[in-house]
């Protein structure tokens, strides 16, 4: 079941991430051609509930989403988003850019 609507202090990142999560699954929904109501029969989650989860107004459980991308057929990890690289991280050193070990025996 899903949490109860977001807390009007919920931080915006949270409430950007909650939308952002919410866009992916009414995206993947709508380009399977299934309505709330399909949706909600195949998870045991109400169609209002999934329907403030689409638009970010509540805070679903990690085992809600699962429910909801297993029924969509799509990686949770698609649901949540793939991270973006930090463009100000250091580059990490490719495979044999290290040191020569050899060179020291």
Same mark, same amino acid.
């Given at each position: 079941? /899903?949490?109860?609507?977001?807390?009007?202090?919920?931080?915006?990142?949270?409430?950007?991430?909650?939308?952002?999560?919410?866009?992916?699954?009414?995206?993947?929904?709508? +380009?399977?051609?299934?309505?709330?109501?399909?949706?909600?029969?195949?998870?045991?989650? =109400? /169609?209002? +509930?999934? =329907?403030?989860?689409?638009?970010?107004?509540?805070?679903?459980?990690?085992?809600?989403?699962?429910?909801?991308?297993?029924?969509?057929?799509?990686?949770? =990890?698609?649901?949540?988003?793939?991270?973006?690289?930090?463009?100000? +991280?250091?580059?990490?050193?490719?495979?044999?850019?290290?040191?020569?070990?050899?060179?020291?025996?």
């Amino acid at each position: 079941m /899903a949490r109860p609507p977001a807390h009007p202090d919920t931080p915006p990142d949270t409430a950007l991430l909650l939308s952002e999560v919410g866009a992916r699954l009414r995206q993947a929904r709508i +380009a399977q051609g299934m309505n709330l109501h399909q949706l909600a029969r195949l998870t045991g989650i =109400s /169609a209002p +509930a999934l =329907s403030l989860i689409e638009t970010g107004k509540r805070d679903p459980r990690l085992s809600t989403l699962g429910r909801v991308a297993r029924a969509l057929r799509m990686p949770l =990890s698609d649901v949540m988003g793939h991270p973006q690289p930090d463009p100000d +991280a250091p580059a990490q050193p490719a495979p044999g850019d290290g040191y020569d070990l050899d060179a020291y025996r």
